[in-house]
């Protein structure tokens, strides 16, 4: 297997390994990847799987056949639980990450563009006069 999936497949092992559905319930992987097992995984798990199968469909895929696959990699994702930043898996940057924060609702509202530049204009034509 080319090396741009194996840190989501060895994650993908680990949190197998360490799910109720095989230590407690006693089944093999494969059978806890199947219905209606996979139901009962831990939503990172879940996440971990539907990863991994978008990584391996990726590897067929025509239009990423020049810049390749690009895999996040286990420790990324460690990093972004452990940081609270949002991140996506195979969707480049992260729609929420750079986000204003926290809010309270009292903030002011942005200024129009259109009354911003005719303060602006105003302001030039009185000096102009």
């Known amino acids: 297997m080319p090396s741009s999936c194996k840190e989501i497949r060895a994650a993908l092992a680990q949190c197998l390994q ?3 559905c095989i230590m407690v319930q006693r089944h093999t992987a494969a059978e806890c990847l199947r219905p209606p097992l996979v139901d009962e995984l831990p939503l990172k798990c879940q996440q971990l799987k539907k990863g991994f199968g978008e990584c ?3 590897m067929i895929d025509m239009r990423k056949r020049f810049r390749g696959n ?9 990093e972004t639980e452990t940081s609270g930043d949002g991140y996506q ?14 809010t309270d609702g009292n903030e002011k509202p942005p200024e129009d563009w259109r009354e911003v530049e005719n ?5 030039e034509a009185a000096a102009a006069a």
């Not at 898996?89 to 926290?102: E, N, P, T």
């Not at 303060?119 to 302001?123: D, H, I």
């Open 119 to 123: 303060e602006k204009y105003r302001r």
């Open 89 to 102: 898996l195979y969707a480049g940057k992260s729609a929420f990450s750079g986000a204003k924060g926290a």
């Open 18 to 20: 360490e799910s109720e």
């Open 56 to 58: 391996r469909r990726g």
């Open 70 to 78: 690009q895999a996040v990699t286990f420790t990324q994702l460690q």
